[in-house]
Every structure is written in C-alpha cells, then in structure tokens.
C-alpha cells in the first residue's frame, strides 16, 4: 500500500521560511515525478512545483527565486523549502506522485495524494 506522509507546515511571520516534506512508502518514489500543489478556501488547486524522477524542477512564476523542490531518492522524500514567505502563500500544501507528459506538463495521479500540511504566514 502506497501512503504518503507531509509534514513541516505551521505558523511563520511574512518573510520566514519553512521545509515542507512529504515522505511516499510502496517502492514507488523513484519511478514518479512528484509535484508540490497548494489550495486556499475559494480557489483551484494550483500547482506550486514539481520534479521529474531524474532531478529536473519547475516553478510557477509566483513563487520563482523563493521556493525550491528538491528529492533524495534514497529516503523516498520530497521537499519544498520556501523562504521569503508572503501571507498570499497561505494554504494547505499537498504532495502528489504523477508523471510528466511530452509537452513537459506535470500531470497529477489521482490517487496519489498526501493527506496535507497547512501552512499559515500570519504577524
């Protein structure tokens, strides 16, 4: 059975930083890309960043130069390390395992879903 264990939300003032983890048991990181995505109550789902299986990141614009995915494929995790935080990056934060299709697009497996950490960037 796959499970996926986010951890590393909480509270931080406006220009903090937090590492968001997300550790995937079932043998199965290494063959995955793995994307970051965040949601806010109101609105879409929106992918933050995500990493092909050999290494290879993308970011959306609004958080380019201040949040960085990385994986270590020996410890089946994947990270967010978000510095510079704004209270717009206010969300809960979910990991996901999917693939990347020809056009570069990451694409989510369903399901394939951590459970969520919230992140809150608050005075």
Known sequence: QVQFV????GLVQPGGSLRLSCTVSGN????YAMGWYRRTPGKQ???VADITS???TKHVDSVKGRFTISRD???NTVYLQMN????E????YYCNAGSISNSGTYIPRDDYWGQG???TVSL
Do not use: Q
Not at 84 to 87: E, G, I, N, V, Y
């Open 117 to 119: 950490t919230r992140v």
């Open 84 to 87: 510079s935080l704004k209270p």
């Open 6 to 9: 986010e951890s590393g939300g």
């Open 28 to 31: 199965i990181f290494s063959s």
């Open 89 to 92: 990056d206010t969300a809960v």
């Open 73 to 75: 494929n020996a410890k």
């Open 54 to 56: 050999g290494g290879s």
């Open 45 to 47: 789902r929106e992918l």
